[in-house]
């Protein structure tokens, strides 16, 4: 199949991606154990797969494609306790969140593929600073008109999925006042951000062309953006979460991205679609930087309000497509914690205020990933 012929799926149906921390228990830095561990999950029977990472500290658990978030959430769950496991069989822990508190980039290796390489070889010191861990949805599109639309439209929540998930607010051994510090590591590259503005699947294969013709990219891997087109998998992709700090998260997450996706369809609202990318960029930083204590300007209506407001609003606008799919619990769940005001940013900023270490922060994350989970003295 030509890599522009865009491969019809199941509407609506979800995939998930994410991005795991491999720590070491004695110092808990990250570990460089990424192909012992591979090998080893090799020989178990998992319902998904897991794979490298462009580090050797990292790796990437790839679900099955589902209909819902029930079945979603339960593979997560077996994935997560079989890697957990094997780890364990080879003295190393592991942890969700967008990044390691106090790992030094120079320490990291590049995992040994030939995509890898070729990335080091692109963009330099860059490639080991990306060393940061992210929870990617796929979502079924009938057509590439649907996935257009569905880029665009996405495009304006995008600051909710960051406020949702943000769990990095130290990185390098510091704390960055950042909800997601993880951002910006990805703005870095040329090739980051969002897809420009093109009608339909037609205007996005043309414009596909000319970039590679130009010599900007080779294939579609190339673009980092924040969601982007998989014609390959017949899906949409959202990439901008943090990996959360559990899979109980990460499954909220993408029943939230499949409810909004099932809204958009449903009622396509806004036909104007290009006045998403006037405010995106403010809109970005202010999830980033503030997390659900950020603003937020609606495109449609050039109205500054709470994010939060909006996210809540959203959330209770798309609950009649939640309970169609069976997900309604999921963002009840995720409306909570916004009232509250709180994200997994925040349990991490509790655990160090309570222990003095980033180390035993590490120490809480993993065991709260593993399933487990200490209280805020922990």
């Not at 522009?4 to 979800?14: A, G, H, I, P, R």
């Not at 190339?222 to 700090?245: A, N, S």
């Not at 205020?353 to 590490?362: D, F």
Request: with cysteine.
């Amino acid at each position: 199949m030509d890599e522009m012929d865009f491969k019809s799926s199941v509407e609506l149906t979800l995939g998930v991606e994410l991005e795991l921390q491999l720590v070491q228990p004695h110092d808990l830095d990250l570990a460089r154990d990424a192909g012992d561990l591979l090998a080893r999950l090799e020989k178990v029977k998992l319902p998904g797969a897991v794979k490298p990472e462009i580090t050797e500290s990292m790796i990437e658990l790839n679900t099955s494609i589902h209909r819902g978030h029930l079945t979603l959430a339960a593979e997560l769950g077996v994935m997560r306790d079989a890697v957990v496991r094997e780890a364990g069989m080879l003295n190393l822990q592991v942890c969700g969140g967008g990044t390691h508190p106090f790992h030094s980039w120079s320490a990291r290796r590049i995992f040994p593929t030939e995509r890898f390489k070729h990335i080091l070889e692109r963009y330099g010191y860059l490639a080991k600073q990306f060393t940061v861990f992210g929870q990617h949805i796929h979502l079924g599109c009938a057509n590439g008109d649907d996935a257009v639309y569905l880029v665009h439209m996405m495009t304006r929540y995008v600051p909710h999925f960051i406020a949702l998930s943000a769990a990095s607010p130290f990185y390098q051994g510091e704390d960055t006042s950042f909800q997601s510090s993880r951002l910006t590591a990805i703005n870095a590259f040329p090739l980051a951000g969002h897809m420009p503005f093109v009608e339909d699947w037609a205007e996005f294969i043309e414009y596909y062309k000319k970039m590679r013709a130009l010599g900007v990219v080779e294939s579609m891997k190339d673009f980092y953006w924040d969601i982007r087109p998989k014609p390959e998998y017949g899906t949409v992709e959202i990439r901008i979460c943090d990996t959360p700090l559990s899979v109980a998260r990460a499954a909220q997450l993408a029943a939230y991205a499949q409810a909004l996706a099932k809204w958009l369809l449903d009622e396509r609202p806004h036909p104007a679609l290009r006045a998403v990318y006037l405010v995106n960029a403010f809109n970005r930083f202010e999830a980033a930087r503030f997390g659900l204590r950020g603003q937020l300007i609606d495109p449609f209506e050039q109205k500054k309000r709470p994010l939060a407001a909006d996210i809540l609003d959203t959330l209770a606008g798309v609950m009649p497509q939640a309970e169609a799919l069976a997900g309604a619990d999921a963002l009840a769940a995720l409306a909570t914690d916004v009232r509250r005001g709180y994200s997994d940013a925040d349990w991490l900023r509790e655990r160090f205020a309570a222990n003095g270490s980033l180390a035993h922060t590490v120490r809480n994350s993993a065991a709260r990933w593993a399933g487990d989970k200490p209280g805020a003295s922990g």
